[in-house]
């Protein structure tokens, strides 16, 4: 986990000598306050010898403890950089269809806040644990030295304190594990209710939302119960410390009037059991907060174990470039029942358009996750540029397609810079091409900062219609010889259809053209249309009037789609 472990042993080693000195000035109590009493050397030192040896141990505690402080900041900073670098390399060699799996959802608050937290266990806790249990042993060592029936009453409190930590940190995590899975429920929910405040209004659900009253209810209960599971844990460890304390006192009380023990030496170490016992509740705290973080940890776990996509060392060597391939695939998505795809074939040469058509659900745009490789197949092949994707490298692959899907992403930055993110290294000519050819310019004279104008995270500040517009600028940017589209249904007006229709005119000039059609004209245009029903079956392949003439569900197909569209135009 860390980058440089080397660094872990002086810190180790730096904690238990933190530790040493502590224990050591702790248990040098027991001699002065003997000095004290009896106004007499102890071990051939008086008093005024003691005290500066508590001096000495003082200031020599405070300069190691800072030493200490920055071996175990410096570990804490590179076991962060060496984890977010991990989770990097992990995320960048996950499948694009792993990002849709709700763990992807919380990388983010992991990457940000939750690291830091993780970042504290080397910063605030493993030292401080190391450094108290080092002076803790040094205080039993000394209690023994001094006194063998003083050792073995701090000895018996350890294992009752190790008892009680393990019996309380079990509570505390009981409890969590019932409170904390519905608390995530309800967060989603809360989500959901905000995303979809038009749908819950329109449907007039704003006051009773049963969804989300149900995770709250939900969530209230289980938080009732959970606490009351934490509560009784904290309650423990609390009360073991006040009990030890009272066992302690009591023990050597009785010893002192016994006269098993003198009453200076009964006195000396009272103080130092309770300094003892507040060492050992600090061990039980920062065994506590580092608990606290296991959750954290575990998430972390699964983001470090996923599987990486598998790919080969080096790119192969392309033997039908801007071809793509589905030989007899079946594919299912992870959890689901059924197969999304089931046995397709096509073949799309390079240089050609192929459409495909079929009812919604019946698994477009799987077939395009597949070409670009977002899962792996269960199985057939999928071939890229006349290479199985499984052969080729994520780089290679991502290369040779241009992706423009209805859900574009846009970063936050300005119009310009995102249809670069095409082709970084074009020149300012290349890209006012493209987004001319796009119909990004009319976006661009509308916006009051031009091509300079920020669009928002996501591209909040544009419509459905003129992102897509950008998505495809970027494509004919990239120049990619392969580009999957799927052609919007909605949010087109006839500005963004028109500049959609010539901007895949030119795309289909420079590129092999995969798309997912719903227009009459891109369907009937297509060199090939692959009809797909909806099991996810090819129903049919061939051109617009092969497939007409078959008069089978493609042909029912059109004549639903004419009439659809037809009724919209003359309405
Ligand atoms: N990420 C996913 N996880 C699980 N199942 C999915 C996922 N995406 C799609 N499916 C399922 O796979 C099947 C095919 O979906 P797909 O989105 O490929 O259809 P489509 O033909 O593109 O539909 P549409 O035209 O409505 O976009 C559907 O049954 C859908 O529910």
């Not at 192969?316 to 801007?322: E, I």
């Not at 936050?412 to 995102?418: C, G, I, K």
């Not at 300079?452 to 995270?457: A, D, L, S």
Request: glycine content about 10%; some cysteine.
């Amino acid at each position: 986990m860390v980058s440089r472990p080397e660094n872990m042993r002086p810190a180790i080693v730096g904690s238990m000598i933190v530790g040493l000195v502590e224990g050591c000035a702790l248990a040098a109590l027991l001699p002065t306050v003997t000095a004290l009493a009896e106004d007499g050397p102890v071990w051939g030192l008086g008093l005024a010898g003691w005290l500066w040896i508590l001096g000495i141990l003082a200031v020599l505690s405070f300069g190691l403890n800072y030493l200490s402080e920055r071996t175990n900041y410096a570990v804490a900073l590179d076991f962060l950089r060496s984890l977010h670098r991990l989770v990097g390399d992990q995320v960048a060699k996950q499948p694009l269809g792993w990002f849709a799996r709700p763990i992807a959802g919380a990388l983010s608050r992991m990457v940000s806040s939750e690291l830091m937290s993780a970042g504290e266990i080397f910063a605030h806790m493993f030292g401080p644990l190391v450094s108290r249990s080092t002076a803790a042993f040094v205080i039993i060592v000394a209690a023994w030295f001094w006194d063998p029936a003083l050792g073995a009453i701090l000895t018996v409190a350890v294992p009752v304190f190790v008892f009680i930590t393990l019996a309380s940190t079990a509570l505390l995590r009981r409890g969590r594990a019932i409170h904390e899975p519905p608390e995530v429920t309800l967060a989603n929910r809360i989500v959901e209710y905000a995303q979809c405040q038009g749908a819950i209004r329109s449907c007039d659900r704003s006051d009773d939302y049963r969804p989300l009253s149900q995770a709250l209810d939900e969530a209230r209960a289980a938080k009732t119960k959970g606490l009351w599971l934490e509560s009784v844990g904290m309650l423990l460890s609390g009360m073991v410390t006040q009990g030890v304390v009272v066992v302690l006192i009591t023990v050597t009380g009785t010893l002192a009037v016994d006269g098993a023990l003198e009453p200076i030496p009964a006195m000396a170490f009272i103080g130092l059991a309770l300094r003892f016992t507040s060492t050992l509740s600090a061990i039980t705290s920062s065994a506590m907060a580092l608990e606290s973080r296991r959750p954290l940890l575990d998430g972390l776990d699964d983001v470090l174990t996923a599987t990486p996509l598998p790919e080969p060392g080096a790119p192969a060597t392309l033997t039908a470039p801007g071809a793509v391939e589905l030989e007899n695939v079946t594919f299912t998505y992870p959890g689901k029942p059924a197969p999304a795809l089931q046995n397709v074939s096509m073949t799309v040469p390079a240089g050609s358009m192929v459409a495909l058509v079929g009812p919604s659900g019946g698994g477009k745009t799987t077939v395009a996750r597949v070409i670009s490789r977002f899962y792996d197949v269960d199985s057939g092949r999928v071939l890229v540029g006349g290479v199985p994707v499984t052969e080729q490298t994520t780089e290679q692959l991502m290369g040779q397609l241009s992706m423009v899907f209805q859900d574009v992403y846009l970063f936050d930055d300005t119009l310009e810079a995102n249809v670069r993110v095409g082709r970084a290294d074009a020149t300012d000519e290349e890209v006012r091409e493209a987004a001319d050819l796009a119909g990004v310019r009319e976006i661009a004279e509308r916006l009051p900062e031009g091509w300079g104008t920020q669009v928002g995270e996501g591209g909040r500040g544009l419509s459905g219609g003129e992102r897509q517009r950008v998505a495809i600028a970027r494509a004919l940017l990239k120049k990619a010889p392969i580009v999957l589209l799927d052609e919007a249904t909605s949010a087109l007006d006839i500005e963004n259809e028109s500049n959609i229709i010539a901007a895949v005119e030119r795309l289909r000039e420079q590129a092999t053209v995969i798309i997912i059609a719903h227009r009459l004209a891109t369907i009937a245009g297509a060199d090939k249309i692959v009809a797909i029903d909806a099991d996810g079956r090819v129903e049919a392949q061939g051109t617009h009037e092969e497939l007409l003439a078959v008069d089978g569900t493609y042909a029912r197909f059109w004549h639903r789609l004419e009439s659809a569209q037809g009724w919209q135009l003359t309405n």
